[in-house]
T-cell receptor, first 112, second 113 residues
């Protein structure tokens, strides 16, 4: 059984660019949630995908978008990057929308 | 609106001590509460999940309790070791949310050898 994996682990982008982050869910899990974590703070919910449909969304602008694929892996896309988008982006998978969440190691995004 | 608070923000204790980390939440209508560990710059490791109908869960030297009526959870760590040094976060899954977890800011724990 493989855990949750995220790629890339680190990324540096320029303001205004677009970025795609990827997440492979744990085997058997059908739900993926994305979180943004600023330094020294708890994670903030971006959105959740359940069986390929967006199932809930936090207080993030539309330039944050995502996808879930038939194998339940997921992508987070961020357009028109801003300096404040610099953060650790965490992906969690679970079997069900309120089940125990298992997290990947995160992608550290730096916007310069 | 659900809010989660963790006190203290930081804690430093000698190796071998038993310790308690606290988590409080404002709305008792939750599906579950989860405790996580985070090492610097890393992802989150799930430690324990307590369903709303449960009072406690145990895993090795860790014991987590849940008192929904008072909006409190504690994480008890027995016989602490330097390898336990990390930030510990609690998160609740509220019933009226859009399936998101609501997080505390964490307690940074340092175990001194």
């Amino acid at each position: 059984e493989t855990g949750v994996t995220q790629s890339p682990t680190h990324l540096i982008k320029t303001r205004g660019q677009q970025v795609t982050l990827r997440c492979s869910s744990q085997s058997g899990h059908n739900t993926v949630s994305w979180y943004q974590q600023a330094l020294g703070q708890g994670p903030q919910f971006i959105f959740q995908y359940y069986r390929e449909e967006e199932n809930g969304r936090g207080n993030f602008p539309p330039r944050f978008s995502g996808l879930q694929f038939p194998n339940y892996s997921s992508e987070l896309n961020v357009n028109a990057l801003e300096l404040d988008d610099s953060a650790l982006y965490l992906c969690a998978s679970s079997f069900g929308r309120v089940a125990e969440a298992f997290f990947g190691q995160g992608t550290r995004l730096t916007v310069v | 609106k659900q809010e989660v608070t963790q006190i203290p923000a930081a804690l430093s204790v000698p190796e071998g001590e038993n310790l308690v980390l606290n988590c409080s939440f404002t709305d008792s209508a939750i599906y579950n509460l989860q405790w996580f560990r985070q090492d610097p710059g890393k992802g989150l490791t799930s430690l324990l999940l307590i369903q709303s109908s449960q009072r406690e869960q145990t895993s090795g030297r860790l014991n987590a309790s849940l008192d929904k009526s008072s909006g409190r959870s504690t994480l008890y760590i027995a016989a602490s070791q330097p390898g336990d040094s990390a930030t510990y976060l609690c998160a609740v899954s509220p019933m009226d949310s859009n399936y998101q977890l609501i997080w505390g800011a964490g307690t940074k724990l340092i175990i001194k050898p």
